[in-house]
């Protein structure tokens, strides 16, 4: 082994609303190596990362680089010692070229104004050096996802950094641009520069990666070589157990439709069409799965259903009846339940209590009331019925709902979407972010609702969870259906790539099968 | 977790306790003879019943405008428009006091009623405005205040004025309008018991009906309202509604309670310090008692010290202005917070 290039020790991070996200963690970093950090969500890599990088201060604990002591407290103080770091969510101006990007911060001037030729010069330069090609006069905004994640690499390169923090790259990515991702970086590696790559796809961590560590619960685990562990190692340290996400469920037959939309089209802004010519239909006891790379319109249809795009044009019907023009209200008061993609902003009210959550859908009914009072007794009750079905873990109803870990706020969201006994539930991203403990007990609970005849839409982004729960799945790809499958099971990761990638579509009438008649 | 529970508690505290070190410090530099001048500040307000009783004069406007303001903080509105409500209001009131030929009883009940509805109905201007419109709230209520300061100014001059006063006020109050004194020795008047039972509606309407749970679900995250079902917009125009017609009463009340004539030739400031009541008890309805009774008790003596000493009232509003600071500074003995985090955390580790 080469020689310690950085060090963490004993680091441990409170943030204020009480969240514990780091307790006493170990990390290092041998000069030259690609070095996994592997956990579920919520297990504290970010959070250590954003240490390192100069984005939170830790509680206690000290950073050494190469040997001697460093304290980073700003992103700034991280870069001007070689660190860089990719985030998941890309940090750049839509509006400016790749060029303008990449010398934000730090422009190249001629006389008073900025060089944009020497810009140009310099990413082309950078591009070519480390084959990561991009075209420095594009504009951020028309490039892919793909793109846009050289763009930031090149950013942090151009930077001089050393040190590449990668937050989670490959979960934007299709497999095609994964593979290239990958080859990408082990040229950096070969030009020496150190990578961190943080990611809870062991395979990707195992195709790529010299070291692992591993943390659970805001702790480490452990740190191998690589080879010497396998990916049931690793997953029985990350979750604490070994997990198989595999669920029994007889098939079918399925009642009546539900759900069904009907030639549903949507502008968005410069008349780009947002949603185009949707066609699909969800019947009773059956899981309709939407899988697409993200922003190809899942989001939409999800809110188009739920009465937010009132100028959409087509027909959304529940059980036969058109719900265009309805509001959220009623649109719930004909049995639909929504689990929202992100539980911080729409899913819950991070400062009130678990209970004022879990009755937000349901305080306005008669029997939750007592003349002009809520009967609070009787929701305390309720919300301890939800705690213990999907057990929370929490020091009671009264609880901050914001001082509950992803996974179990999750799990509270999902709990009063489905104690209402649905006839169709929105299911969205219902598992992001959260350990594997809490994601079955939610897909369970998923299954159980769709035993008893509810009618569920499961948008999400985790293959895994959409071809294992899902009865058919319709593929997204710019706002279209480009595919629709009856039998998902059978379909591998990379055929649904294809499909999600727009690199291969279905005619018009296997398409059309999503309206079942 | 003991501790920590009682966080935004003791850090209230301490905000008091250093604005009124303060203060001690202020004294010692300025007055002659400080010791004394403390102990007049500190002790005066309550040396007789006729001056403690002048603090719970104060403490009732301040009540009124605090729970107001507070149920538009708790929704996250910065509006700050009970002051001229407050003014406004009291001008109805008095306008409906001045008449002739109501009984004891049905008078003061309908000026205060004048004055509470003419609240709501102007209060819910900004209210739709933000609703529909998305209009700065903050703006559109701190222009209300300039319109309804000029609005019932010339009201004043030009059909309440009574030209015989020497200076510009309405005319007299009719005796039957104005509100029973219940402390004997003091000018507290019935108003303090109205706005009790207002802070003990304001408390179980915020807490235990489902319209306070509207407002404060919207308060706590309006798009998690929004896709709950709650119609947020219509929830802030009641609140809008609720915090004019508590604003409006309180100056109602204030006019008919304490002013024999309608004499405000400028905005009283009670409603900027709802603001600062509210922000002290951390907009809950119950803590609007404690926050608006120690406003009153440091005023109170301010206005003893000046009248005993050599130091002048306006050194309050330095203590204010400390605790203002201090209160809304959010990160303000963070540091202390985050190490009783740690601490928590180790110990459950």
Not at chain 1, 410 to 432: C, D, G, Y
Not at chain 2, 100 to 123: D, E, K, Q, R, Y
Not at chain 2, 284 to 292: E, M
Request: aromatic letters at 8%.
């Amino acid at each position: 082994m080469t020689e310690i290039l950085l060090e963490m020790r004993n680091i441990t991070k409170v943030y204020p609303n009480g969240v514990v996200a780091n307790r006493d963690v170990n990390f290092a970093l041998a000069e030259g190596e690609i070095h996994a950090v592997a956990g579920e969500n919520g297990a504290g890599k970010s959070t250590l990362m954003k240490i390192l990088f100069g984005m939170e201060e830790p509680g206690t604990g000290e950073i050494y680089l190469r040997g001697s002591k460093v304290r980073f407290g700003s992103p700034q103080d991280a870069i001007g010692a070689g660190i860089g770091m990719v985030h998941q969510h890309f940090m750049l101006v839509p509006s400016f070229t790749v060029a303008e990007n990449m010398i934000l911060g730090m422009e190249p001037r001629k006389g008073v104004a900025v060089d944009y030729a020497e810009a140009a010069r310099i990413t082309r330069e950078y591009a070519e050096k480390y084959n990561l090609h991009v075209d420095p006069l594009q504009k951020v905004e028309n490039l892919t996802v793909g793109m846009k994640q050289k763009v930031e690499i090149l950013k942090a390169l151009v930077r001089g950094a050393k040190i590449l923090i990668l937050d989670e790259p490959t979960a934007v990515l299709t497999p095609q641009e994964t593979a290239e991702l990958f080859e990408e970086l082990k040229l950096l590696k070969q030009d020496g520069h150190t990578i961190v790559f943080i990611s809870h796809k062991l395979k990707e961590v195992k195709a790529i990666c010299d070291r692992i560590t591993i943390m659970r619960a805001g702790r480490t685990e452990g740190v191998f070589p690589i080879g010497e562990v396998s990916e049931q190692d690793i997953t029985r340290l990350m979750v604490g157990r070994d997990v198989v996400l595999k669920y029994e469920k007889d098939p079918g037959p399925f009642g009546k439709p539900v759900l069904r939309v009907r030639d549903l089209s949507l502008a968005g802004p410069q008349s780009k069409l947002l949603l185009h010519g949707i066609q699909l239909s969800v019947r009773e006891g059956e899981i309709l799965g939407v899988a697409g790379v993200e922003g190809n319109g899942q989001s939409q249809l999800v809110e188009a259903v739920m009465g937010r795009f009132p100028e959409a044009a087509g027909a959304i019907e529940i059980d036969g009846a058109d719900i265009s023009g309805l509001d959220i209200e009623s649109i719930r008061g004909r049995g639909v339940a929504y689990i929202p993609e992100d539980r911080m902003r729409q899913g819950s009210a991070g400062e009130a209590s678990i209970l004022d959550n879990v009755i937000s859908t349901r305080y306005k009914r008669k029997e939750w009331n007592a003349g002009p009072l809520l009967n609070r007794k009787k929701m305390w009750k309720l919300t301890e019925s939800m705690i213990e079905a999907f057990k929370v873990k929490t020091s009671g109803p009264a609880q901050q709902i914001g001082m509950l870990s992803g996974g179990n706020m999750q799990k509270v969201v999902v709990a009063r979407e489905s104690f209402s006994e649905p006839r169709l539930l929105i299911s969205e991203q219902p598992t992001r972010g959260v350990d594997v403990g809490a994601a079955q007990l939610i897909h369970r609970k998923l299954l159980e609702l769709r035993k008893e005849g509810c009618a569920i839409l499961l948008v999400s982004a985790d293959l895994n969870e959409i071809l294992e729960l899902s009865d058919s799945l319709v593929v997204m790809y710019e706002g279209e259906i480009v595919a629709y499958f009856d039998k998902p099971s059978e379909l591998s990761e990379q055929e649904l790539g294809l499909y999600m990638l727009g690199m291969k579509r279905q005619d018009a009438e296997q398409i059309g099968r999503a309206n079942h008649v | 977790m003991f501790k920590l529970k009682y966080f935004e508690l003791i850090r209230t505290l301490a905000v008091i306790f250093i604005a009124m070190l303060l203060s001690m410090l202020c004294i010692t530099l300025i007055s002659k003879q400080p010791m004394e001048t403390m102990r007049v500040f500190l002790l005066e307000p309550f040396s007789s019943m006729s001056h403690f009783g002048n603090v719970i004069e104060v403490a009732i406007p301040l009540m009124f405008t605090g729970i107001s303001v507070s149920l538009l903080f708790k929704m996250k509105m910065f509006n700050l428009g009970a002051e001229g409500i407050f003014f406004f209001s009291g001008l109805v009131a008095a306008a409906v006091g001045i008449q002739n030929g109501l009984n004891a009883f049905v008078h003061p009940l309908a000026a205060i009623a004048a004055g509470g509805v003419v609240g709501a109905v102007i209060s819910v201007i900004p209210g739709v405005l933000k609703a529909k419109w998305n209009a700065n709230e903050l703006v559109t209520s701190l222009m209300f205040n300039s319109i309804l300061l000029g609005v019932g100014l010339y009201i004043l001059n030009y059909f309440l004025r009574d030209a015989s006063a020497y200076t510009t006020s309405s005319y007299k109050i009719q005796q039957t309008a104005v509100l029973a004194r219940i402390i004997p020795g003091t000018r507290v008047h019935i108003g303090l018991i109205v706005v009790l039972v207002f802070i003990a509606l304001a408390h179980v309407f915020l807490y235990k009906t489902r319209w306070g749970y509207e407002l404060r679900m919207t308060g706590a995250n309006r798009e998690f309202a929004e896709y709950s079902g709650i119609k947020t917009g219509r929830v802030i125009v009641y609140v809008h509604l609720l915090a004019g017609f508590v604003a409006g009463v309180g100056g109602s009340v204030e006019v008919l309670g304490m002013h024999p004539r309608f004499d405000w030739v400028a905005l009283p400031g009670y409603g900027f310090d709802g603001a600062l009541v509210a922000m002290l008890a951390k907009n809950n309805p119950a803590a609007v008692v404690g926050s608006a009774f120690f406003l009153s008790y440091i005023r109170i003596g301010a206005e003893m010290m000046s009248r005993y000493s050599d130091v002048p009232a306006e050194m309050i509003a330095v203590i204010q202005s400390v605790i203002l600071l201090l209160v809304s500074a959010d990160q303000f003995l963070k540091f202390w917070k985050n190490r009783m985090l740690l601490k928590e955390a180790q110990k459950n580790g």
